[in-house]
Structure formats: C-alpha cells, structure tokens
C-alpha cells in the first residue's frame, strides 16, 4: 500500500507500507492492501505502519484517514514519527503541549480583539 500523511503545511510521509493499524471513533482497526474502502475520523492517539524494516509509530492529531484500492490518505493537523513508543511519548508531550499552550494565547487573543469590536461597534451604534 502506499501511504501518504498529509499536515496542513506539508507531506509528513508517503511511503510503501505493509499495514497500517489507526485509531478512529469507535476504536482502534488494521489496513491491509485487499481491504474495502473506506474512511475513517480519526482521533488523536498513534499510528502505526509496518516498513520491511520494522513497525513506525506516529502520534496523530484527530484528522481523517480514507483508504482507496492501494492508496491510503491521513489529513491530520499535527504528527510526530519515532521508532519506539517510549521516545515517542516524550516528544508528542513536549510538542503537543507546546501547540496547546500556542493555541490557548492564540484563543485568548482573540477572543479579546471580538471583545473589542463589540464593544466598539456598540458605541457606534449608539452614538
């Protein structure tokens, strides 16, 4: 199969793989080459796919996974690849933790200058 993580900004990954094991909604399911289409929501948890090489896990933000004959397509926001799962918890918790904090100013901020147009567009009306 080929694989191919898609970030919003750029190609995380495309690659030929043996099976892709993903976590969606309803719990955690395997790829293999002569499985049906389909698609899938995915959550935030890890993604696996096995290389002659080895199994490689990557954290995955919550994003969409669709399988099509031999293609198989993850869109998700944020990912984080490594060889072991150990090394990859540490990552994902600095990383994922930066992106958090990033995006609670991002939402304050925001929520702030929202503020400040009503308020401003209040005394406009009434003035």
């Not at 389909?38 to 290389?51: D, H, K, N, S």
């Not at 609670?104 to 009306?125: E, L, Y």
Request: glycine share 6%; aromatic share 6%; with cysteine.
């Amino acid at each position: 199969m080929h694989l191919k993580i898609l970030l919003p900004s750029r190609v995380f990954a495309a690659l030929e793989v043996t099976s892709i094991v993903a976590e969606a909604e309803s719990g955690c399911f395997g790829l293999f080459e002569q499985r049906l289409d389909c698609v899938a929501a995915l959550v935030p948890g890890i993604l696996t796919y096995r290389l002659p090489t080895g199994d490689v896990f990557v954290a995955v933000d919550s994003g969409v996974l669709a399988k099509i004959g031999s293609l198989v397509l993850v869109s998700v926001r944020h990912a984080i690849a490594g060889p072991e799962l150990a090394a990859l918890h540490d990552s994902v918790r600095r990383n994922f933790l930066t992106v958090d904090n990033q995006e609670r100013v991002v939402r304050t901020a925001v929520s702030m200058m929202v503020s400040d147009f009503i308020s401003r567009f209040d005394r406009v009306q009434h003035a």
